[in-house]
T-cell receptor, first 113, second 116 residues
Framework: DTAVSQTPKYLVTQMGNDKSIKCEQNLGHDTMYWYKQDSKKFLKIMFSYNNKELIINETVPNRFSPKSPDKAHLNLHINSLELGDSAVYFC????????????FGPGTRLTVT | AQSVTQPDIHITVSEGASLELRCNYSYGATPYLFWYVQSPGQGLQLLLKYFSGDTLVQGIKGFEAEFKRSQSSFNLRKPSVHWSDAAEYFCAVGPYSGGGADGLTFGKGTHLIIQP
């Protein structure tokens, strides 16, 4: 059973488009996250979401918006895609905020042309 | 702000040899420390974690790490590497606090190459 899953695995799109990446966890966790991994493999937190409280990394453009239909899902919507958005996006979950270990999905490789 | 430094971008080790990957952190309180491994094209898998207590922690796949507060280090070790250990290794500290997202802060990773 996959603990944290993401769809799609690959996403190729043109500049200016709007796209979504879906994330689901079946671990019963309360907190979910989105990370961005750039071409140099550097991972950076974008959002965390816990009990309907969204914490946003201040460097994330407002074109990015997470949406959580329920505790098991945290989707990432991206508007007006730019070349610089090309990266691998990872969803993660943990049983609580703070120091709990996080479990990562397989990643979505987004390529903007 | 907290930060993590992995001084070695690449490390090459012969199969069967011992391994040590370095990690230094900067954090204002007792840190939560993690090591993750990322195989090519894969997500991140947790190897081990340190929250408190015994400073030598055991993880999966034969890895261990030692927390040294005086050196602000959390180095990862393995006594004998296997070709399947070739991957990217990330040290991370959490939680992030002080106005940002409540996630992990990662180092830039160490790419491990195994020589036959």
């Amino acid at each position: 059973d996959t603990a944290v899953s993401q769809t799609p695995k690959y996403l190729v799109t043109q500049m200016g488009n709007d796209k979504s990446i879906k994330c689901e966890q079946n671990l019963g966790h309360d907190t979910m996250y989105w990370y961005k991994q750039d071409s140099k493999k550097f991972l950076k937190i974008m959002f965390s979401y816990n009990n309907k409280e969204l914490i946003i990394n201040e460097t994330v453009p407002n074109r990015f918006s997470p949406k959580s239909p329920d505790k098991a899902h945290l989707n990432l919507h991206i508007n007006s895609l730019e070349l610089g958005d090309s990266a691998v996006y990872f969803c993660a979950s943990s049983s609580g905020p703070g120091g709990y270990e996080q479990y990562f999905g397989p990643g979505t490789r987004l390529t903007v042309t | 702000a907290q930060s993590v430094t992995q001084p070695d971008i690449h490390i090459t080790v012969s199969e069967g040899a011992s391994l040590e990957l370095r990690c230094n952190y900067s954090y204002g309180a007792t840190p939560y420390l993690f090591w993750y491994v990322q195989s090519p094209g894969q997500g991140l898998q947790l190897l081990l974690k340190y929250f408190s207590g015994d400073t030598l922690v055991q993880g999966i796949k034969g890895f261990e790490a030692e927390f040294k507060r005086s050196q602000s280090s959390f180095n990862l070790r393995k006594p004998s590497v296997h070709w399947s250990d070739a991957a990217e290794y990330f040290c991370a500290v959490g939680p992030y606090s002080g106005g940002g997202a409540d996630g992990l802060t990662f180092g830039k990773g160490t790419h491990l190459i195994i020589q036959p």
